[in-house]
């Protein structure tokens, strides 16, 4: 009988462990990062013969997109056809969202289950419990082909402000890992 409630006690350890490694994997943000702006904000492009997007997601909603230009290594820019953009408030308590959490947990004694409450004391700035998504179209003349270098030498330019109203650049390869 002892060894069987010590069995169950290293499933429910093992379940909790594996609960918690799956909530820290998903607190990271999917995605590419944008060098030196803040990782909340990541992206991904779609390509077709004839259509590049760049899909912007910010986690926080700290930066709203401007603008966005294509540019090519012989200095040639194509500009954003189209500009969408799209917030959502976030439920829950991630990024110090206005809402609170509940948790189970277990432990390693007889009455190994508990229950945690969260809720938010302190909000850090662009937190506001927002997302925001941005998609930037661009049309790709005949396909690319007759674009010298497209698509490995060809870059996204994006015109980005803070919720601060500063402003910033941020420089995406179109061939990379999108």
């Known amino acids: 009988m002892v060894g069987t409630s010590w069995h169950l006690g290293r499933r429910w350890l093992l379940l ?23 990782p909340s904000l990541t992206w991904r492009i779609d390509r077709t013969p004839e259509t590049l997007v760049l899909a912007l997601d910010d986690a926080r909603a700290v930066y709203r997109v401007e603008g966005a230009t294509l540019r090519g290594p012989g200095g040639q820019a194509i500009a954003a056809r ?5 917030i959502t408030q976030r439920r829950g308590g ?3 969202g206005p809402y609170g959490g509940v948790g189970v947990g277990t432990g390693g004694s007889r009455s190994g289950v508990g229950i945690g409450l969260s809720f938010p004391i302190f909000r850090s700035a662009g937190s506001s419990g927002d997302e925001r998504h941005t998609e930037a179209t661009f049309t790709v003349p005949d396909g690319g082909r007759d674009l010298p270098g497209w698509p490995q030498d060809w870059v996204v330019d994006v015109a980005l402000t803070d919720n601060t109203g500063a402003a910033s650049t ?8 999108g």
């Not at 909790?16 to 803040?38: D, F, K, M, S, W």
């Not at 941020?170 to 890992?177: D, S």
């Open 94 to 96: 991630h990024g110090g």
């Open 170 to 177: 941020a420089t995406i390869p179109v061939a990379g890992r």
């Open 82 to 86: 189209e500009i969408s953009r799209e």
């Open 16 to 38: 909790a462990g594996v609960i918690l490694a799956a909530g820290c994997a998903a607190a990271e943000p999917a995605g590419n990062t944008v060098p030196g702006l803040a």
